[in-house]
């Protein structure tokens, strides 16, 4: 399923930032033990929270899923399944060539490098190549608010991948990342990502309707707020036990490996930034 959450990871989740925490203080100054042991472990605010990851990103580990970072090995696969209208309707247009698709992948590695933003591909149990797409990045390196955005094939629409993958990049997120809060702008029409982020714990902030710089008129979108709190006290829903959506996973797979042939690499790469849900790429 395409969901596009301005993530989003804000779906469009709001920007990876550093955080930091308050001076420790003893009689009223500074203690120096507690300053560096928080100095040690705290990004400043003047870096990103993701600089800790420019060397490269651990892969996640969910029941159903695997979250590593997309490789060249993701370009034909995730190419021919985001070929799906379904699948890309709501989102900014996806790369529309192998050799940009390619340019997306090297990109996404050049952000993360410069600590401006991570690219995860959701490999679902039984697949080595990724069938998804979970980005989060920041917008203000002053800000501990992130932005996150995401992505996946319509044959593993319904099967308790994206609840899987999504909880897993949440949770490095929040837990890992220091991220404060995740924001997701989505199409007002994308009403299945609506669903997908509502069931994780994200609370409905805002409409948002506003022209481009160029006076065209843009789809009305709705700002998704999720912060800690509220996504480790959400209600779980009893469908989604891993044991119960294997089997539909495995079909899931199956239907993909069935349309994906072997194919080599892109034979030239073309520059291509992309942001799942930046709304300037939709016009």
Not at 111 to 124: A, D, Q
Not at 156 to 176: I, K, R
Request: charge should be neutral; charged fraction near 25%; proline fraction near 7%.
């Amino acid at each position: 399923m395409s969901l596009h959450v301005p993530i989003g990871v804000a779906v469009r989740s709001s920007g990876h930032e550093q955080w930091f925490s308050g001076d420790r203080r003893l009689n009223g100054t500074p203690s120096q033990d507690g300053l560096k042991a928080e100095m040690s472990a705290t990004p400043l605010r003047s870096e990103s929270m993701f600089k800790r990851w420019t060397d490269g990103l651990p892969p996640l580990r969910g029941e159903l899923v695997t979250l590593r970072e997309v490789a060249a090995s993701d370009v034909y696969p995730l190419s021919t399944l985001f070929s799906d209208r379904a699948v890309t309707a709501h989102m900014a247009p996806p790369p529309p060539t192998l050799a940009k698709f390619a340019g997306f992948v090297e990109w996404s590695l050049e952000e993360r490098k410069r600590g401006h933003g991570l690219c995860f591909g959701i490999v679902p149990d039984g697949m080595t190549s990724a069938v998804g797409i979970l980005q989060v990045r920041a917008l203000d390196p002053e800000s501990s608010s992130a932005e996150w955005g995401f992505v996946l094939s319509s044959h593993f629409w319904s099967t308790g991948v994206f609840c899987d993958a999504a909880s897993v990049v949440v949770d490095f997120a929040f837990t890992t990342v220091r991220v404060d809060r995740l924001e997701a702008r989505i199409a007002l029409r994308n009403r299945r990502a609506h669903a997908a982020v509502q069931k994780l714990g994200a609370r409905l902030e805002s409409p948002i309707e506003t022209p481009s710089e160029q006076g065209i008129p843009r789809d009305p979108e709705l700002l998704w707020i999720l912060r800690e709190e509220e996504w480790r006290n959400r209600a779980h829903d009893p469908r989604l036990r891993a044991c119960e959506a294997r089997p539909r996973v495995q079909r899931a797979v199956d239907a993909v490996e069935s349309v994906l042939q072997p194919i080599g690499s892109a034979e030239t790469v073309e520059p291509y930034p992309l942001f799942l849900f930046d709304r300037r790429r939709r016009e």
